[in-house]
């Protein structure tokens, strides 16, 4: 998706995609740590997002 205009971060792009829905409201609701991964290395809320950028999210995980 092309970014909305304004959005600059990783904090932005979850509110701007929580606004889209309940599904994303329910994922970005604070409830749960969703990580973030730009162009497939981790990275916190203020890292900077730009056209182009692969942005992933997902909930941690546990395993053996």
Not at 8 to 14: E, H, P, R
Not at 24 to 53: M, P, S, Y
Request: charged share 25%.
């Amino acid at each position: 998706m092309e970014l909305p205009e304004g959005v600059k971060t990783v904090a932005q792009l979850k509110t701007h995609l929580a606004e889209r829905g309940e599904a994303w409201a329910n994922l970005f609701n604070g409830k749960q740590t969703i990580r973030a991964a730009i162009n497939h290395g981790l990275v916190d809320n203020e890292a900077a997002v730009k056209d182009g950028d692969e942005v992933a999210f997902f909930p941690p995980v546990t395993g053996g």
